[in-house]
């Protein structure tokens, strides 16, 4: 079973910036995909970004331009740098990894973009 260690949530004011990690038990190349979803109170859960074994990232529209997928391979983790924050970003962000057919998700992490 893959276990992920997710942290980095806060609060935030509008345009600050948050950096989220998600650490996997076993190598980040072992996965076909890695990356962030994210549920609202009351809206569907909608990916965020996602970053592929081979190093290939894709983001959600909303999200474009502002937030930055990247892995640190000494690490062995996953990064979302997340800047220029909206209240619209408020969420709990959720790591998940793919791996075949499988896929494992991390505890959730509370980001709050407010004044």
């Known amino acids: 079973q893959v276990q992920l260690v997710e942290s980095g949530g806060g609060l935030v004011q509008p345009g600050g910036s948050l950096r989220l990690s998600c650490a996997p038990s076993?190598?980040?190349?072992?996965?076909?995909?890695m990356g962030w979803y994210r549920q609202a109170p009351g809206k569907e859960r909608e990916s965020v970004a996602g970053?592929?074994?081979?190093?290939?990232?894709n983001y959600a529209d909303s999200v474009k331009g502002r937030f930055t997928i990247f892995r640190d391979v000494a690490k062995n983790t996953v990064y979302l740098q997340m800047n220029s924050l909206k209240p619209e970003d408020t969420a709990v962000y959720y790591c998940?990894?793919?791996?075949?057919?499988?896929?494992?998700w991390g505890q959730g992490t509370q980001v709050t973009v407010s004044s």
């Open positions: 076993g190598s980040i190349f072992s996965f076909n995909l």
């Open positions: 970053i592929t074994g081979g190093g290939i990232s």
């Open positions: 998940y990894v793919r791996r075949s057919q499988n896929q494992y």
